[in-house]
Structures are given as structure tokens and as C-alpha cells.
């Protein structure tokens, strides 16, 4: 047992410590949101990002962005906010949904195409997709999904389907056969065997790559930009580049619009945080 | 022994049937309607020029339109992937700069009976003329002028270098003119008043010679004097003029949107340049409305064209979004001054060549101006390496090779490789192997195909095209003389700079850094974390997660903007510490040196990595066993020696795929380095997958050369990750504890 006055000073440093490094961690979303809030621009070399004549309008005509066509008053901002929140959950659920299979395959069974298989996955990220933007789109049109947000998301989930699979097979290694081989023991056939008795147990992992994939989904531009062809199917990244224009960008506005696009993912990661740990934990990233 | 699989899992039996539903559901409203008129266009959200468009369209009772709004990034690469496939839009709104590029990328008609010349300006016909037809139907000019802010100076000074004087008579922090001096768009305007040119008819690189070096030299006296701010970019240039930091602004019509009625403003036309006399000329941007083969094909499409071109139309976007009309048929109003000038400038503008070759001049340009005017280099030496990346982005691809060789190579691999597969499951093991196989691909078809299709066959097609040369329209087989031109950094020296090894170096040293301090910092943060007592965790790390959550190219933008030498937070740190400690530390230049470019996206990219690391490390040490632990203390452990003997050897297997993989992604940050450093000074700082990049987008396009970096990049990670594996011992990426090779 340590005597006290160590301890203490040993926990105000820990402290000390953690909360620089929240400072580091905040300080430069801070001057987004100082950039966001300003209403004059004021160049000045200062170290407190604060905004000078502090104002709302800049959320506001982003948030309040509006199109008329000839069924009304369409509220576009709400509806890009749809369309990023609806391609990244379904990113989310169908990228899982392809990998969970594959990924339990990949861990309790032996078959030929397992090896290269694997390479092959660890392959795909190292390539940089720098030249294989129109190869996708020329197969997106071949298949029709040109301009859709079904396209988009069957291109979001593909690509974060290799990721998911190596964190998901790492978990399932860590659950024992028994289990399962208990379960089938007692008359359950091995697709209910892993949907009943592995999937409950890996669930922290499963958010934890669920999350990921979200995220991936909800702040690409590029493809999303490529592929829509319809301003009401945009997703939010894209609404944001468009604050950006040739000559001159409105940069208050795009800060502004960066901080509401960023609010449903720090929601979303506050809830889940706690399975972020859990998940990890159970063999999210053994090897 | 339990029993095999039986029957098929229901779910997946479930999708073909989906994908069918998902198939019509796509296709009916398309078969149902007839097609509309498809017109994009890159107006910035919200502003009246996207109104005014609306407007007219909204006039319009002909065929029905639909009008897309892009974001001015994507345009280029949209047009491009769509038009030759026959999708698209048939009408377009693009600056005419890029007509050389379109046409050769066939993706433009000539507008033919749409245009009356009688009816346009001059120096708009000739923006959009090329090889004896017109590619765009004229609808605004843009140029820059001189503000003035009233209340700082009385009158306009007749020359350039008439500022240098004014600035005594400002207040200190006070400039005389904002402009964007390390911009060859900017710049031009001066280098014309001394007779120089961009691009010489012929084609040549025209910035070199005594007038560019004089034009450099005038500009150097203007910020070495504090006239003009550095390290200006366009933003700047607006807040500057619009707090009343700077009393002139060279600027364009843009401008006095944001201005709005804040402040009392003149513009005029630019100055003249009293070492030769003439005027500064700038370039003109000519706005037109563009038709695309499919759209010049249908007649409503015309004349919507002529409706949007019409006089009236002008005369709107003259009123309302403060266009200077490119027709010759539409009076300014004697009272609006603000458009008259623009007009007047215009009269006296350089439109710019839109020859494709123009393209490739600004990053050669931007490279030399920014040297020359840090003072890092000689205007003669600068200009002539600039002139050298111009003709070296020039180079004609290499001489078309015959495939034969490629195809016999991959015909022999692929014949030897089925033999091996055909022998591996004849055998008796493999046939058994094959049985139970058969299990398992029933639960990795779905994924089998999601990849193969869409990430394995784009990225295979992609990497194919690095066995491509040429423009666009006119690609051939070129076999392997990307790779070599690469590889042998296209006969210059192996080290100089925008060499591949020279990147590679920047890239690898880039990757092992950034590593070091994600793991570093990451593997302290998390310790930290997981100490039993630890209070207000949760709010930790929630906190600690923000730079993963908010999206990477904002706040790539903002660590930018700290790092200005002027106006950055980083400065306004350095200015209170020199307040608080009366000492004199000078503001750093952060981009005009390596190390400190450097230092500049390292911090950027740390700050975005740490917290992955740290959450894996908090996992991973969950997973320790506390009574391993408590039995190295009863045995005499040090904290220190408990860390390093027990934790961290227990943690290491649990980390290194996370690490690996952040490796990897590093390794082709994209993201960062364009935006942060944005490969400043000379592109030293870029790294392989920025270069590849600017191959594929800056420089003339050349995908195929981009897609051999990418290619090589991929080797090199691929060797990279081998070589660990063997040295490491049997781990592979395949999977644990080495149980088959990878």
C-alpha cells in the first residue's frame, strides 16, 4: 500500500495529464465552432478561439436550407439529414449483415480459397482507391444503381465489409467451440448454433463494427457526390462541399453545417461508447 | 461429434428476392416518364446566382428541367464519368477555361446556331472559340478589380507601386492592399502589365524570362515593404478588407456580396505598373452555358440555352446576381458603379487560354512564385524548374506497346495456378476438404460477391489501367513503361524532387512517425484510463474520442488554419507567451520549411489517430489478467517493471493488427497531407498516394501513371507486411497463431 500523500499527488497528475489532453483533443473543434458562431470575421492572431459578435444565423440558413419544386416547400437540409442517417445505418446493417456469415465461416471452418481468402481481404486495404473511382462507377451503371441510394450503400457496406470481417473473426476465435458444440448437442443445427449462442456473446463487437462502418459512410464525400445524381437524394458531406465554390467558399457556413453533421455521431458514440470498450475488449483486434 | 450442417440458412434465402424488388422498384419510375432536361451547375448554396437561375427556369414552359446543383470539386470528375456513358446532364454552367480539357475528353458540343456572335463582347467570343467553333454560349464575366475602402483612402493610387508609399500613411496593422500575391491567378494581372504571359501561343510555358522576373522582383518589394500581407489566401483577402485591416483589395464581384452594406467601398479598375507604363491586365473568366453531345442533339435543349443566354436573362443576372453580362446588347445602369467597373476591367481583361494545356500551368507557377517570393531561391532558377515541371507534365506518353507479352504472362499464371488447384483437391485430403468446403461457402457467398464485385474488381480494373497511357479518347497498351518511368523518376536524378524515392522516404518517415505517437500517446492516455479508481472515466472519453467523430476534412482545415504565420492560433499562442514572458519569439512560417510542413501534418494526423489507439489499447488491457499481475507485485515488482514485463508483453498480440492496420491507412493519408501542407514547400511534404493524386487530377489527367503509383504503393505494403510477418515469426495476417500461410 502506497502511503498517501504519494497517491494523491500520483492521481492529481494522472488528472493533470487526462485533461490536457482533452484540451488537445477539443481545441481545434473549438475554433470550428468559434467560426461557426462569428458574425464579423476578425483576422487576429489569438490564442482563445473566441468569435467575435457571436451569431446563430449561420446554423440557421444552413439548417433552414429550402428548395421549392412543384410539390412545395421540400426542407432539404432535413431531408439530406435523412438520407446520411438512412445510407449509414443501412451501410451499417448490411455491411454486418454480409461480414457476420463470413466471418464465423472464416473461424470455425476449414475450406479451400481460407488462406488467399484472408490475404485477399488484407490486400484490399492496402490498395488506394485513387483509380478505382470510375471502374465503380462503369459497374454501378452495368447493374443500374447509377444515382441511387441503394448503389451507394451497396458500395459503402463492400468496402467496409474486409475491416468488419478481421474484427469479427477475432472475436469469434475468442468465444470457445464448446459452446456451440453444446448447443448442437443439444439438437440445434450450426446456423442456429451461431445465431443463437455466438452472436448474443460477440454482440459488443458487433456494435463496435457497426459503429465504424457508420461512420465511414456518414462523412464520405466523394463517392456520394460521384454517384447521386439527385440534390434531394444528396447526403449531408456533399451539401457541405457545395458551401465551397470556385472562387470564394463560405467558410462560416460550412464550419456551421461541419458542427450539425458532426452532432448525431457524437450521440451516437456517447451511447455506445460503453460497448466500444466491452467490444474491443473481447477479441475485437487479436490478431 | 456433432452433427454437419443440414439445411440453408433462412436468411439469406430471403435476399435474392429483395435485390429483384430493389431492382424494379429502381427501374419503373424510369420507364415511365419522358426525359427531362437535365442542366447542372456549381453555384454556391444559397446565393443569388443559384437564384436567379431558378428564376429563369422557372419561366421556362417548355420541356420539363431538372436542375442539379454540384458541389464545384466533384463537376470536373462528374462530367467526365457521366457524359460518355450517355447520362448527364444536356445543359451545364462551367467556367470556359476548361473547354480544352472537355473537348478533348469529348464530353462537349460546339453550340453552333445557339450563339449570334453579333451579340457578344469580344473577349467572350473569344473565351469560348476554339478551332473555328464556338463550346459555350457566354452568360457572365468575371474578372478582379480594386476595392477601396473610403473611409482608409480618399482616392485610388494611379500605380502599383504607389502602395508602397501608402502604407506610411495607414495605421500600423493596417495594410494598403490585400490580394492573393502567391496566386499565378493573381498574379497574372501584373505579369501581363509587363508583357508576359501564362502560356505562350505555341503552347510553351511562359512564365520565365526578365518580364516574369520583374513582375516577381515588384511583388517581393510589396511585402518585403508590409504593404501586402503574406500567406494570403482568398478568405483572407475578404476578412482583411472587410474588418478595415487592409484599405484596397484586389478581389472580384464575390466580394461585394459578402460586403454587403457594412462598410462604404468603391471599386475601380487595377493600376497601372509605372516601371513599363501599361495597365495590369487580369485574366477573365468567361461563364458559359455548355452542351454536352447528347444534349446538342435535341432542339429544346437549344433553345433552353437561348433562354438562359437571352438578354433579359443577362439583364436579370446583372441586376440581381451582379453578373457583368458577356452580351454586347445590355446597358449597366449609369448608377451602378460597382458593376460598371467590373465591366470597364473586363473591357481591358486577358481571357484566359482554355487550351487543355493550360491546366498544368498553375502548379508549376504556383511552385515558383512561392519560392521566389520566401526568398528561398532566385527568380531565373525558380522559373526555369517551373518551367521544366511543365514540359515534364507534357511529356507525351510512352510509344504503345503490343499486349502479347502481358497476355502469354498472365496466361501461364493462371494455367499454373489451376493446375495447382486441380491437384490439391484431387488428392485424397483435398477431396474430403472439398466436402466440407462446401458448408462454408454457403456462409461466404454473400460476401464473396459484395467484395469481388464492388472493391475487388474496381480496384483490379484500376490497377489495370496502369498499363495504360495516354489522353483521354486516345489510350494505349503501354505495358510496363509507367512503372519505369516511375521508377527511374522519368531520367532525372533519383533524389530530386517529385521522385518516387524521394516520396517514398517522406512517406515512410511519415508512417513511422505518425505510429510512434499514435501508440505513444494512445498506450499513455489508455493506461491512464484503466486504472481501478479511475473516476469520471465516461466523460473522459467521450471527450477524448471528438477527433475521430468530427469529420476529418473540417477539421484538416482548421489545424490549417492554426498554423497561418499571421492570423493562426499557433501565432496568438507564441504572441500571449510573448506578452506574459517579454520575450521576442518570432512567429514561424510553418509551410515555407520541410521540417516544420512536416511537424504541421504530423500534428494533424496525431491528433486524428490517438484516440482509435487509445480505445484499442483500453480494450486490450481489460483483457490482462489481474492475478498475474498481483502476483508479480507480492514477487517484488516495481510499477514500472509490472508495465513492461507483464502488461504490455500481454497486450502486444492484442494490438498489433489495430497497429498494422492504422500503419497501413496511414500510409495513404490522403486527407491530411493535401489539406494541412497541401505538399507545401514544393511538394516535399506530399506523400505516394497525394502524388498519385495530383497525377490523376491536376496534372493533365494522366490516370495511368496515377494508378501505376497506386499499384506501387500496394507492393510496397504488401512487402512491407511479408517481411514483418517472417521476422515476426509466423504471425500473419491471416489469421492467429500462424496456422496457414498467408
Request: hydrophobic share 50%; glycine share 8%.
Amino acid at each position: 500500500m502506497k502511503p498517501g500523500p504519494t497517491r494523491v499527488l500520483e492521481r492529481v497528475a494522472v488528472h493533470a495529464l487526462l485533461l490536457g489532453a482533452v484540451a488537445f483533443a477539443l481545441y481545434p473543434v473549438l475554433w470550428v465552432i468559434a467560426l461557426a458562431l462569428s458574425g464579423t470575421p476578425a483576422p487576429e492572431a489569438t490564442a482563445l478561439p473566441m468569435p467575435l459578435d457571436p451569431t446563430l444565423s449561420h446554423f440557421e440558413s444552413v439548417a433552414g436550407a429550402s428548395k421549392t419544386t412543384p410539390d412545395g416547400e421540400v426542407w432539404l437540409f432535413g431531408r439530406q439529414l435523412l438520407n446520411s442517417l438512412v445510407v449509414a445505418l443501412a451501410t451499417a446493417g448490411v455491411g454486418i449483415g454480409i461480414a457476420l456469415p463470413a466471418a464465423y465461416a472464416l473461424a470455425r471452418f476449414e475450406f479451400f480459397g481460407k488462406a488467399s481468402g484472408m490475404a485477399a481481404l488484407l490486400m484490399t486495404q492496402m490498395f488506394p482507391a485513387v483509380a478505382s473511382a470510375i471502374p465503380l462507377y462503369l459497374i454501378l451503371d452495368a447493374l443500374s444503381l447509377l444515382n441511387s441510394r441503394t448503389g451507394l450503400v451497396l458500395c459503402y457496406a463492400s468496402t467496409s465489409v474486409p475491416f468488419a470481417i478481421f474484427q469479427l473473426r477475432a472475436a469469434f476465435e475468442a468465444i470457445p467451440v464448446e459452446l456451440e458444440e453444446a448447443a448442437m448437442v443439444d439438437g440445434a443445427t450450426r446456423w442456429q448454433a451461431f445465431t443463437k449462442v455466438v452472436l448474443p456473446v460477440a454482440r459488443p463487437t458487433i456494435a463496435v463494427t457497426a459503429l465504424f462502418a457508420f461512420m465511414s459512410a456518414y462523412n464520405e464525400f466523394i463517392l456520394a457526390a460521384t454517384l447521386l445524381d439527385d440534390e434531394s437524394m444528396y447526403t449531408l458531406p456533399v451539401m457541405l462541399q457545395r458551401f465551397i465554390g470556385e472562387y470564394d467558399a463560405q467558410w462560416e457556413k460550412f464550419a456551421a453545417g461541419a458542427i450539425m453533421v458532426s452532432v448525431p455521431v457524437m450521440a451516437l458514440f456517447y451511447l455506445a461508447q460503453r460497448h466500444l470498450v466491452a467490444g474491443l475488449a473481447s477479441g475485437g483486434v487479436k490478431g | 461429434m456433432p452433427r454437419t450442417l443440414q439445411t440453408m440458412p433462412r436468411t439469406p434465402e430471403r435476399w435474392p428476392a429483395l435485390w429483384v424488388v430493389l431492382l424494379l422498384g429502381l427501374l419503373w419510375p424510369g420507364v415511365a416518364n419522358a426525359e427531362p432536361i437535365r442542366l447542372w451547375h456549381a453555384y454556391v448554396v444559397g446565393g443569388e446566382e443559384e437564384a436567379t437561375l431558378a428564376a429563369l427556369v422557372e419561366e421556362w414552359d417548355g420541356t420539363p428541367v431538372e436542375v442539379l446543383p454540384l458541389a464545384y470539386d466533384s463537376m470536373a470528375n462528374k462530367l467526365g464519368a457521366a457524359i460518355p456513358r450517355g447520362e448527364g446532364p444536356h445543359l451545364f454552367i462551367d467556367s470556359h477555361e476548361r473547354i480544352g480539357d472537355y473537348r478533348r475528353r469529348k464530353i462537349l458540343a460546339p453550340v453552333g446556331h445557339a450563339l449570334d456572335p453579333a451579340l457578344y463582347q469580344e473577349v467572350a467570343l473569344t473565351a469560348v472559340s476554339s478551332d473555328e467553333a464556338r463550346w459555350g454560349i457566354p452568360i457572365g464575366l468575371k474578372c478582379v478589380a480594386l476595392y477601396r475602402n473610403t473611409a482608409l483612402a480618399e482616392r485610388a493610387p494611379e500605380t502599383l507601386e504607389d502602395f508602397l508609399a501608402l502604407t506610411d500613411t495607414l495605421q500600423d496593422g493596417v495594410f494598403a492592399l490585400a490580394y492573393e500575391a502567391r496566386n499565378p491567378y493573381a498574379h497574372a494581372s501584373i505579369l501581363h502589365a509587363y508583357g508576359g504571359q501564362m502560356l505562350t501561343e505555341q503552347g510553351q510555358f511562359g512564365f520565365v524570362g526578365p518580364e516574369a522576373e520583374a513582375s516577381l522582383a515588384l511583388v517581393m518589394r510589396l511585402l518585403d515593404s508590409g504593404a501586402v500581407p503574406r500567406d494570403t489566401d482568398g478568405a483572407l483577402v475578404s476578412n482583411l478588407f472587410r474588418s478595415g485591416k487592409s484599405a484596397f483589395a484586389i478581389s472580384g464581384p464575390w466580394l461585394a456580396a459578402d460586403l454587403g452594406s457594412e462598410l462604404a467601398y468603391e471599386v475601380h479598375a487595377l493600376p497601372r505598373i509605372a516601371e513599363t507604363g501599361a495597365a495590369m491586365q487580369p485574366f477573365v473568366t468567361v461563364e458559359a452555358l455548355m452542351l454536352s453531345p447528347h444534349g446538342a442533339e435535341r432542339e429544346d435543349v437549344r433553345r433552353l440555352a437561348a433562354h438562359l443566354a437571352s438578354a433579359s436573362a443577362a439583364q436579370r443576372r446583372q441586376e440581381r446576381a451582379r453578373t457583368v453580362p458577356a452580351r454586347n446588347d445590355v446597358a449597366i445602369p449609369g448608377d451602378d458603379a460597382l458593376l460598371r467597373a467590373f465591366a470597364a476591367q473586363a473591357e481591358h481583361a486577358v481571357p484566359m487560354p482554355n487550351v487543355a494545356a493550360m491546366r498544368s500551368v498553375w502548379e508549376p507557377a504556383r511552385k515558383a512564385i512561392r519560392k521566389v517570393l520566401a526568398g528561398d531561391t532566385d527568380a531565373t532558377a525558380a522559373l526555369e524548374e517551373a518551367r521544366r515541371r511543365f514540359d515534364d507534365v507534357l511529356r507525351p506518353p510512352p510509344d504503345p506497346r503490343s499486349p502479347a507479352p502481358m497476355l502469354v504472362v498472365l496466361g501461364a499464371l493462371l494455367l499454373w495456378g489451376a493446375v495447382v488447384m486441380v491437384r490439391r483437391v484431387g488428392s485424397p485430403d483435398g477431396r474430403r476438404k472439398l466436402r466440407q468446403s462446401k458448408t462454408a461457402y454457403r456462409y461466404v457467398a454473400h460476401a464473396v460477391i459484395a467484395i469481388g464485385i464492388l472493391v475487388i474488381a474496381p480496384l483490379t480494373v484500376g490497377a489495370a489501367t496502369a498499363f495504360f497511357a495516354g489522353p483521354a479518347g486516345e489510350v494505349r497498351y503501354v505495358g510496363l513503361a509507367n512503372f519505369a518511368e516511375i521508377l527511374t523518376a522519368r531520367g532525372h536524378p533519383l533524389l530530386s524532387s517529385g521522385s518516387f524515392y524521394l516520396v517514398l522516404a517522406v512517406t515512410v518517415l511519415w508512417t513511422v512517425l505518425n505510429v510512434a505517437f499514435h501508440l505513444g500517446i494512445g498506450l499513455t492516455l489508455g493506461l491512464a484510463l484503466s486504472r481501478p479508481l479511475m473516476r469520471m472515466k465516461a466523460a473522459y472519453r467521450v471527450a477524448l474520442i471528438v477527433p475521430w467523430a468530427v469529420p476529418n476534412y473540417v477539421t484538416a482545415l482548421a489545424w490549417k488554419g492554426m498554423f497561418h504565420r499571421q492570423f493562426g492560433a499557433i501565432t496568438g499562442f507564441i504572441h500571449t507567451i510573448n506578452d506574459v514572458l517579454g520575450t521576442s519569439i518570432e512567429p514561424i512560417s510553418w509551410f515555407s520549411r520541410f521540417s516544420t510542413a512536416f511537424a504541421a501534418n504530423l500534428a494533424t494526423n496525431v491528433w486524428l489517430g490517438f484516440p482509435f489507439m487509445m480505445v484499442v489499447t483500453i480494450g486490450a488491457l481489460t483483457a490482462v489478467p489481474k492475478d498475474v499481475l498481483e502476483a508479480a507485485e507480492v514477487d517484488g515488482a516495481t510499477r514500472w517493471q509490472r508495465l513492461r514485463r507483464v502488461t504490455l508483453p500481454i497486450i502486444a498480440p492484442t494490438m498489433l493488427p489495430a497497429v498494422t492496420l492504422g500503419a497501413i491507412w496511414t500510409f495513404n493519408m490522403f486527407n491530411v497531407v493535401f489539406l494541412v501542407s497541401g505538399g507545401d514547400p514544393d511538394g516535399t511534404t506530399d506523400i505516394l498516394v497525394s502524388e498519385a493524386y495530383r497525377w490523376a487530377f491536376t496534372r493533365e489527367a494522366q490516370y495511368g501513371y496515377a494508378a501505376a503509383y497506386a499499384v506501387l504503393i500496394f507492393v510496397m505494403l504488401l512487402i512491407t507486411t511479408r517481411v514483418l510477418n517472417r521476422a515476426r515469426g509466423g504471425w500473419s495476417g491471416s489469421g492467429r497463431g500462424g496456422e496457414e500461410e498467408a
